[in-house]
């Protein structure tokens, strides 16, 4: 069974910058697109990020185009998401997941197949 183990979230003030951590454990990492999510008191969970097999290409929600940046190391079995210019409304519990689906990133969260338990990303004004 996989698991996914996020680090690196806390408290931020506005402006500033974090960089979160997904391990991957129990499947063949590399063979998985990956993905970020995030979801906010009240709000539906939506997606962020996501990342191809390769590594070669990644995509992001257009609230979060230029200031987030995606990336992986298969080596690790690692997925990052480096936020820069964070903005209040970017405080949620961010998720990494896992899809099986080898053609592309897929942004609905009922497609992904393993999901880590999350971190928190408070960002002050």
């Known amino acids: 069974q996989g698991q996914l183990v996020e680090s690196g979230g806390g408290l931020v003030q506005a402006g500033g910058s974090l960089s979160l951590g997904c391990a991957a454990s129990g499947f063949t990492f590399s063979t998985y697109a990956m993905g970020w999510f995030r979801q906010a008191p009240g709000k539906e969970r939506e997606f962020v990020a996501g990342?191809?097999?390769?590594?070669?290409?990644?995509y992001y929600a257009d609230s979060v185009e230029g200031r987030f940046t995606i990336s992986r190391d298969n080596a690790k079995n690692t997925v990052y998401l480096q936020m820069n210019s964070l903005k209040p409304e970017d405080t949620a519990v961010y998720y990494c997941?896992?899809?099986?689906w080898g053609y592309g990133i897929r942004r609905r969260s009922e497609e992904y197949d393993y999901w880590g338990r999350g971190t928190q990303v408070t960002v002050s004004s």
């Open positions: 997941a896992a899809d099986a």
């Open positions: 990342i191809v097999r390769r590594g070669d290409r990644t």
